[in-house]
């Protein structure tokens, strides 16, 4: 039977009689609990960040952004925090990032950061104002609109962004002849992974950059040298093309080199290898190559290429898919079944988000850390792959990559996303 409440069943009744509302134990009025969960409070101020940041990113030169680690930033996210956290503390209703109230909050903080960079880090001295030209710009607003003024002499009202709800913005007058050294770093750009993978599209370098960027931060790829070594392995995984997903395309006679499977079986490394009478038939070489291989959980008839090599390291085996997804919705807050959807893996999203829980699962960025040394270097490859023969080119690999200064100045926090916490 369905429960019904008395308050229902009073209205089904046809309210004509009088309903009692027994109250609880009163309250004090001005005692309330806080209602916000703090990744999500700092999520949404770290839009306001985003914001200003992108904003003046527009005006910079292709490939660069403003450095946000030069600027004492720690005072005005400590004014932020607590003027967004006390709007969800003054309503009693959880925190929404929707709340016109909490945008105009976050409007106001993003003009002011686009302020503070300006004149901390790129040490301009002045700027144009611009309005957004609209009936609910003030007069007094108005009155500025396109007119230049120097950050040390305010206009009247204060400059953009410091009076409630204003609707100007500060305009940057840059010199890129000017700019202060330390004021810009690099963005990991596609242009700047041709330089690592020269034969690859260009459509997928820009989305392995976009995906690295976000996630430069939590991979823990945040310094050149941990670049090096990153990039220098993953060019010995997947090439110069930069293949997402393994190829099987072997030489009958060179099977056995590769795998053991075929040096105990070279007859069938002839029928399944590449041979001037017939193509190499890669689905055959990969279940038998890759059948319950070190213990790597293929156990079903067809494993092996179903879970062949994917991703910017090539993750192979069916354990190394269910691990991979057992850890990828903590790593990056999205659930999926890659055992169940092996395919997603070669694809450029995923395939970035593979190597990235690999090296951060295994404290390859700690190794990383020890420098640019041919010690180093092994060490990683040890982990990725230990009983390769590539060594040597591995290492070759970052120590180009380093000396080629590539990662020289990338960014230590994402462009795309920067975050407040990333630049104390």
Same mark, same amino acid.
């Given at each position: ?34 209602? /916000? $969960?703090?990744?999500?409070? =700092?999520?949404? *101020?770290?839009?306001? @960040? &985003?914001?200003?940041?992108?904003? %003046? #990113? +527009? ?33 009693? /209703? $959880?925190?929404?990032?929707? =709340?016109?109230? *909490?945008?105009?909050? @976050? &409007?106001?903080?993003?003009?002011? %950061? #686009? +302020? ?309």
């Amino acid at each position: 039977m369905r429960h019904e409440s008395k308050f229902a069943a009073w209205i089904r009744s046809g309210g004509n009689s009088v309903f009692v509302l027994p109250l609880g134990p009163v309250r004090a009025p001005e005692v309330k609990f806080s209602v /916000v $969960p703090d990744r999500l409070l =700092d999520s949404i *101020i770290d839009d306001a @960040l &985003a914001a200003g940041v992108a904003r %003046l #990113n +527009g005006f910079l030169p292709e490939g660069v952004s403003i450095d946000i680690t030069s600027v004492y930033l720690t005072a005005i996210r400590d004014q932020l925090h607590t003027s967004v956290a006390g709007r969800p503390n003054e309503t009693g /209703v $959880p925190v929404n990032p929707n =709340d016109r109230l *909490i945008n105009a909050i @976050l &409007a106001r903080y993003a003009e002011a %950061l #686009n +302020g503070h960079f300006q004149r901390d880090a790129l040490q301009l001295e002045t700027y144009i104002c611009r309005s957004q030209d609209d009936a609910r710009v003030r007069a007094a607003h108005a009155k500025n609109d396109d007119r230049v003024f120097a950050w040390a002499n305010p206009p009247a009202g204060g400059h953009p962004g410091e009076a409630w709800n204003c609707r100007c913005a500060a305009e940057p007058i840059i010199d890129p002849q000017n700019i202060p050294e330390g004021a810009v770093c690099d963005i990991i750009t596609g242009n700047r992974l041709s330089e690592v993978f020269p034969e690859a599209e260009r459509v997928r370098l820009t989305q392995v950059a976009r995906e690295i960027d976000l996630q430069i931060v939590t991979a823990q790829l945040n310094s050149p040298e941990r670049l090096a070594h990153f990039f220098g392995q993953i060019l010995q995984e997947v090439g110069q093309r930069m293949r997402l997903v393994e190829s099987l395309d072997y030489r009958a006679d060179r099977l056995g080199s590769f795998f053991s499977y075929f040096r105990r079986h070279p007859e069938e490394a002839l029928l399944y290898g590449r041979t001037p009478e017939h193509p190499a038939d890669q689905e055959a070489i990969a279940n038998r190559a890759y059948a319950d291989r070190n213990g790597n959980g293929n156990v079903e008839s067809g494993d092996g290429w179903r879970f062949r090599g994917r991703g910017l390291k090539q993750v192979t085996g069916r354990a190394n898919y269910r691990a991979f997804a057992e850890e990828h919705t903590l790593m990056f807050g999205e659930q999926i079944d890659f055992e169940a959807e092996p395919d997603l893996l070669g694809t450029p999203r995923y395939a970035v988000r593979s190597a990235l829980w690999f090296w951060h699962a295994n404290d390859l960025y700690s190794l990383a850390d020890a420098g640019i040394d041919r010690a180093a270097a092994d060490s990683i490859t040890a982990i990725i792959n230990r009983g390769t023969d590539s060594y040597g080119q591995r290492w070759e690999n970052v120590r180009r990559l380093s000396e080629t200064e590539i990662f020289a100045n990338v960014c230590r926090f994402s462009v795309s996303r920067p975050r407040f916490e990333d630049t104390e």
